[in-house]
């Protein structure tokens, strides 16, 4: 690789979820040398291209919601002829279907080496559906196969996942590195004070996509219990349906709570500073995350967060000292929680001062971009 540019490829489903999540990370790689390209779906109208202008961008479609044995071939013929053409260096597979595709794509070329991203376990494994069930063996001995692939890393968000990753997948642990979610910048995401008038309700926010596995309805009837029991406070909705997830709330169901008059659905926000400076308490009732950006940037912002004690979840919040932690898939635990961090404000006030102190130690994406940044060099002097 001496005497040229290294090109580094990432490859992901959706292009806003490369804008949210990695635009930092390509940035600081482009920075140190890369030729950076990113092989993705464009959004309608091509809302992204203006960010994503300063990097290569090759649109690629891939079915988000199919692991059909015939389109996954298709898809994965399609994308080894754009990888034959690009020649990559490292590829960097972003999310489970990124990872079966690419690394289809990717077989048998020893000197292609893929960095597999799976930020999360995905719909598949945290879906009760018998469909999903049944699709789990397959997908999962799937998935092994391109994660042991003997040119492959694997980065894991959290050290739960990690542990798992490496009994159920067969992995080697020297071909895991540990990255702790996306990170966040602290001089974006800053803890502005909120309004201080006694009478003001506390705001209460659910910010995501609108899915079910994000505990959407069950924060929707933690607040119905709560305003029954006369509890002052607004609660909020933030996100974009998102009609191709197997877990999508429809719309028609959001706009029907909003009318009941029990939550405000805001839709997506452009502007997540400003919406988070609003916010008094951030609420993700999750059933199962890699490492959610949304609580750090929550942190960040000096929100008290409330949320799961699940995997992903956890590792940002520590019970009691950082936040809350409630029993997943449990209204009332949920409400339970909600409840005590709002007739509470001193404890609101001492839980986000400590949470935001333990985002800029431990998550901020100067951080989360040297970790990368080691990979990938660790990789380019293989080659």
Known sequence: MQGRTPRLVYLITEDWFFVSHFMNRARAAKAAGYDVQIVTRRSTGGVHDGRLSEFGLTEFEMSRNSLNPVGLAAEALRLRRIYRAMAPDIVHHVGLKAIIVGGLAAFGNRSLHVVNAPVGMGFIFTSPSLKMRLLRGPVRMLIGMMLRAPNAVTIVENSEDRAEFISRFGLDPTSTELIEGAGVDPDVYVDRPRDANPDRPPVVMLAARMLREKGVGEFVEAARLLKGRGLKAQFVLVGAPDPVNPGAIPEETLKAWQAEGIVS?????????????????????????????????????????????VPGCRAIVAHEKTGLLVKPRDVASLADGLARMIEDPALRASLAQAGRERVLARFSDAVVNQKTLAVYRNLAGRL
């Open 265 to 309: 659905w805001a839709g997506h926000s452009n502007d997540m500073p400003a919406m988070l400076t609003w916010a008094d308490i951030v609420c993700l009732p999750s059933y199962r995350e890699g490492l959610p950006k949304v609580l750090l940037e929550a942190a960040s912002a000096g929100c008290a967060l409330v949320t799961t004690d």
